[in-house]
């Protein structure tokens, strides 16, 4: 995480520091990824937080302490009363991005969520910020009226209500009878596609009429230091004047001089916790899933050797896209279809050093030197490892190197899963019985049908039916004797979407202690605090009011760290 600036620095500046003159505002202040951005980007705080969700704005409390925290919907909030006379520098927008997104596919949309945007305009017309960001989903450029979805058969208006399909018994919408009449509530509302891009097009112009400049472009978190692909279009609007200035890239996957390597969703992973075998599971994992591990294993196993990523995503098409552990992680949302992925990587695993009866094998690096082998040779039996993406959907891909950035994580957070092959080279009996286990891999990649995978195997009466899934590492072949599947915990989605270690994730500031799925749903919904601290510094304009000796202090220090970073 050396990317990230210190954490006393990064984004606890607000401690027993006071600022005269400007203050800064986060609107849709969730969890704190803005807030942490802009205190990064501005080494100053946020003084003002505002936020809808009581277990967002308690995580956002612990964390931002010195900000005034309102827990209100945003168009209740008096942007005059809230800022008590103060000016504001910089005001920061994140609306909900769900009824724009593609991730919600063919889901109703809301008019009140997609209309979020326009308290933009109120602050901007009472408060008049010097500077205004907004972050969304690059789909809100198509933000248009919502129309009643219709019928191509028909014509009619397809209704909120469902009903059984006669010819499938699945659950569809239901079309309206002849002549009815269909409240505006009960309509399935869809975009106007004649009217593409009117409503983003009128909130731009609105700005304008405001006095201010406005530019907006699509960024990508692992461009500017987090592990993580997520993509998001940022706006930046000024009224003082001064240019917009867009941020240069810190990180490139073929970096330049100046850029630094992508950072890897490996970077994330706590490699101690243990991982579940897939077999002898009380709920057997679904054939989709198997599948997908099946080909996340061929292609970073056997043809490899090397950790990845499995997505367990609802992506479409029928092509493998695993993804390497080396490069980001793809992008997180919180959104319980968007795209999520398990993890599969590699390890060795020593045998053959007089462990006690029941102790278990002694683990090695993989990325350090290879310890002595012996004359007997094989006392080494190795483990890889990649990322699994598993929330079902048409996704028939293989997954992810476990090199490359994470990509999206959802809020559910049950589709990053890490995948671990356990390979060996002399067999014992428990491995050997594992390694038959394991042989459902030729179903997927081998000739001929599927079979069921939850059924015995055949009769084994030669080793040839023994159907063995072997790779060959350095010259030496091993047997994949296990496979390990387990759900990406908390901790590692925040670091893959560029929060410290620090940052407060499994309570509040009363002490309210919050469950693995709240914490996953929280970032899932957060902002990449990098990028948003890249345009933050950017568009910085030092301000000329009283500052006290400590934020003088905290100035130098955060320079100094920043120029060696860049060094």
């Not at 769900?98 to 991730?103: E, G, K, V």
């Not at 004047?241 to 890897?264: A, F, L, M, Y």
Request: hydrophobic share 35%; with cysteine; net charge positive.
């Amino acid at each position: 995480m050396s990317a990230n600036p210190p954490t006393n620095l990064a984004w606890r500046t607000q401690f027993a520091i006071d600022f005269e003159g400007e203050i800064n505002v986060d609107l849709f202040a969730g969890g704190g990824g803005a807030s942490t951005g802009l205190e990064m980007g501005l080494n100053r705080p946020v003084h003002v937080a505002i936020n809808h969700d009581a277990d967002a704005i308690s995580m956002h409390q612990v964390n931002h302490p010195g900000a005034e925290h309102h827990l209100s919907d945003v168009y209740e909030v008096d942007p005059v009363a809230a800022c008590k006379g103060r000016p504001v520098g910089h005001f920061h927008a994140s609306p909900d991005c769900t009824h724009h997104s593609q991730a919600r596919g063919g889901q109703p949309r809301k008019r009140a969520i997609r209309s979020l945007s326009w308290v933009v305009h109120k602050w901007a017309g009472k408060k008049r910020p010097r500077v205004i960001t907004l972050e969304n989903v690059e789909q809100i450029l198509q933000w248009s009226p919502l129309v009643a979805k219709r019928c191509k058969a028909t014509g009619r208006v397809v209704t909120m209500d469902q009903v059984t399909c006669p010819r499938t018994g699945r659950k569809i919408y239901r079309v309206a009878e002849p002549g009815e009449r269909v409240p505006l509530e009960q309509q399935f509302l869809v975009p106007d596609r004649r009217r593409r891009g009117h409503n983003w097009r009128h909130f731009v112009d609105g700005l304008h009429r405001l006095g201010y400049a406005v530019q907006w472009r699509t960024l990508r978190a692992c461009d500017y230091g987090a592990p993580t692909t997520r993509e998001r279009l940022f706006l930046i609007a000024r009224c003082d004047g001064r240019p917009i200035v867009w941020p240069e890239s810190t990180h490139h996957q073929r970096p330049k001089r100046g850029q630094k390597p992508r950072r890897s969703a490996a970077e994330c992973i706590d490699w101690s916790i243990p991982t579940r075998s897939i077999f002898d599971r009380p709920r057997p994992l679904a054939e989709n899933t198997l599948r997908r591990i099946a080909k996340g294993v061929q292609k970073f196993v056997l043809d490899s050797g090397d950790p990845f990523i499995v997505p367990i995503a609802n992506y479409g098409g029928t092509g493998v896209a695993v993804h390497p552990i080396d490069e980001p992680l793809r992008t997180i949302t919180a959104w319980p279809r968007g795209g999520t992925f398990a993890l599969a990587t590699a390890t060795l695993v020593q045998t053959g050093y007089g462990e006690r009866p029941g102790q278990s094998p002694r683990a090695l690096d993989i990325r350090q030197p290879l310890g002595t082998v012996v004359a007997g040779g094989g006392k080494h039996a190795l483990v890889t490892a990649f990322m699994a993406q598993m929330n079902g959907g048409f996704y028939d891909g293989a997954g992810r190197d476990a090199r490359d950035p994470l990509s999206t994580i959802t809020g559910r957070g049950t589709q990053q899963q890490l995948v671990t092959a356990s390979l060996a080279a002399p067999l014992t009996q428990d491995q050997k019985a594992g390694a038959l286990r394991v042989a459902f891999l030729i179903n997927y990649y081998g000739k001929g049908e599927p079979r069921d995978l939850r059924a015995p195997l055949d009769t084994i009466t030669t080793r040839d039916r023994l159907a063995l899934v072997t790779v060959t590492i350095q010259g030496t072949p091993y047997v994949i004797v296990d496979i390990a599947l387990r759900m990406l915990k908390p901790r590692e989605l925040y670091r893959a979407q560029g929060f410290p270690d620090t940052y407060v994730i499994d309570h509040g500031h009363d002490g309210r202690r919050f469950t693995a799925t709240a914490q996953t749903r929280m970032v899932g919904n957060s902002v990449s605090p990098l990028p948003m601290a890249a345009i933050a510094r950017a568009n910085h304009v030092e301000q000329h009011h009283a500052q006290t000796p400590a934020i003088h202090r905290i100035s130098a220090q955060y320079a100094a760290h920043s120029a060696r970073e860049a060094s």
